[in-house]
């Protein structure tokens, strides 16, 4: 496939109309990837060039990576720290990079916002938060879950998926380690001694191709790692619960000072 871990296909379809796309996919959990759904945003004409012409004065929070894998584990909540995103760009031009952008769209100037949009499927949740993504090829995002619903569209380059089934073998960090969504597992290098039943853990997948999205379903656990320079734009939503949840969650990083850096 891609000299990665095999994994079954997700779905390809046609972005479909709203209702569609709640009764097949949302209501069922099911991952699919929407083609089509980004015509309409200018953004989707950026490129590392243009966004390094536009906003490279930006001031922006950023997680720090170790050999392109963030540096979150068990032991290493993600740390966020401020970097000038021209300096960002020039690290992933000179191959010397060790940072992700993964900033708050709200943190970024006016005119970055205007040439976005939220999809039709998640415009006015409850909880909806969104994220833009700068990285450099080889950035690994380690395995892990995620509370709301979340929509990963890709502007250029490409990301390579990896989706397990919420209640997949992974091997949850314990609650109070310093990374209780992540998982001890790397799907591309399992360590089947330490992690025995990882064997039966069956992944979807897909290479995410400039102008798709990808809907991944509440709780499912996932693994991404960026095949080219590239960048995306993100939306995690749900309804009032979720919404709650997410606050309180929020708080308790806070109280336990995970992701320092994020929330200056
Ligand atoms: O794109 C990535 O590297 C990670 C994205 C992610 O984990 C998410 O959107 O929840």
Known sequence: MDGGPDYEPIERIAAPSVTEFERD?????????????LERWPARAWTVESI????????????????????????????FRPLRLADHVAAMRAGSCDSY??????????????????LPYCQGAWHLRSRFWLGA???VTPLHQD???NFSAQLFGRKRWLLYPPASPVYRNAPWSRAPNFSGVDPERPDL????????????????????????????????????????????FGGVIVRA??????????????YPGEWD
Not at 25 to 37: D, H
Not at 245 to 258: I, N
Request: charged share 25%; aromatic share 8%; hydrophobic share 40%.
């Open 137 to 139: 090829a080889g950035t």
């Open 245 to 258: 949840l997410a606050q309180a969650a929020e708080l308790f990083k806070r109280a336990r000072s995970l």
């Open 193 to 236: 001694a330490r992690f025995p039943r990882f064997s039966s853990a069956k992944p979807l997948g897909c290479v995410l191709m400039p102008g798709e999205v990808l809907f991944i379903p509440r709780f499912t656990w996932h693994h991404v790692r960026s095949l080219d320079d590239n960048s995306a734009i993100n939306f995690w």
């Open 52 to 79: 390094d012409r536009r906003f490279g004065d930006s001031r922006i929070a950023m997680l720090s990576t170790r050999n392109g894998v963030l540096d979150i584990d068990e032991d290493q909540t993600g740390v």
């Open 101 to 118: 952008v993964s900033v708050p769209v709200e943190r970024m100037p006016r005119s970055f916002r205007d040439e976005l949009s939220p």
């Open 147 to 149: 509370l709301p619903h």
């Open 25 to 37: 996919y949302l209501r069922r959990g099911r991952p699919v990837v929407l083609t089509g759904a």
